[in-house]
T-cell receptor
Framework: EDQVTQSPEALRLQEGESSSLNCSYTVSGLRGLFWYRQDPGKGPEFLFTLYSAGEEKEKERLKATLTKKESFLHITAPKPEDSATYLCAVQAREAGGFKTIFGAGTRLFVKA | ETGVTQTPRHLVMGMTNKKSLKCEQHLGHNAMYWYKQSAKKPLELMFVYNFKEQTENNSVPSRFSPECPNSSHLFLHLHTLQPEDSALYLC??????????FGPGTRLTVL
């Protein structure tokens, strides 16, 4: 069964304390992996798309990487405004098209 | 207006009411989606429309009825809902099933 698992469920950091969020997946026929940021009461905001193992994308303090089994979202020297829920989604091929499976998310809290 | 908009932002309804959620995308995309987001659960895909044609219906109860009159507008008609249907309902759009862009959501409470 296709599955996307994010860990940890919640992460508390001090401002400036770098860390990584994990998204592991088991799908047949990966087409792409997406990272989103979601603030409370708002819709998810698109961050990155990764298509193949070894690919990396960066945006400000965030860097996303992809292997054949998992993706990491590295946060370098986080600030309180980076506090949010980070969602990972995997798009997989299926008969007749594609399907997108979301993980449950990692809630990040950054304290000043 | 830019991106994906949703109205209303908040909705409280009784179990016997009929209401509709509206979504509009200003991105020129050809696919639109409805998701349900409950606390501490992954996003649940409800419906997908490609070029106005419904391509996915993930075993959603018939009390939820989608409508897609054109590639920019998407509705979710609600009737005789249950309290467990209370959630954040998110609309998204994409080009050719690529990365999805989400609206702000409608917070629905069913009494």
């Amino acid at each position: 069964e296709d599955q996307v698992t994010q860990s940890p469920e919640a992460l508390r950091l001090q401002e400036g304390e770098s860390s990584s969020l994990n998204c592991s997946y088991t799908v047949s026929g990966l087409r792409g992996l997406f990272w989103y940021r979601q603030d409370p009461g708002k819709g998810p905001e698109f961050l990155f798309t990764l298509y193949s193992a070894g690919e990396e994308k960066e945006k400000e303090r965030l860097k996303a990487t992809l292997t054949k089994k998992e993706s990491f979202l590295h946060i370098t020297a986080p600030k309180p405004e980076d506090s949010a829920t980070y969602l990972c989604a995997v798009q997989a091929r299926e008969a007749g098209g594609f399907k997108t499976i979301f993980g449950a998310g990692t809630r990040l809290f950054v304290k000043a | 207006e830019t991106g994906v908009t949703q109205t209303p932002r908040h909705l409280v309804m009784g179990m016997t009411n009929k209401k509709s959620l509206k979504c509009e995308q200003h991105l020129g995309h050809n696919a639109m989606y409805w998701y349900k987001q409950s606390a501490k659960k992954p996003l649940e895909l409800m419906f997908v429309y490609n070029f106005k044609e419904q391509t996915e219906n993930n075993s959603v109860p018939s009390r939820f009825s989608p409508e897609c009159p054109n590639s920019s507008h998407l509705f979710l008609h609600l009737h005789t809902l249950q309290p467990e249907d209370s959630a954040l309902y998110l609309c998204a759009s994409s080009q050719d099933r690529g990365e999805q862009f989400f609206g702000p959501g409608t917070r629905l409470t069913v009494l």
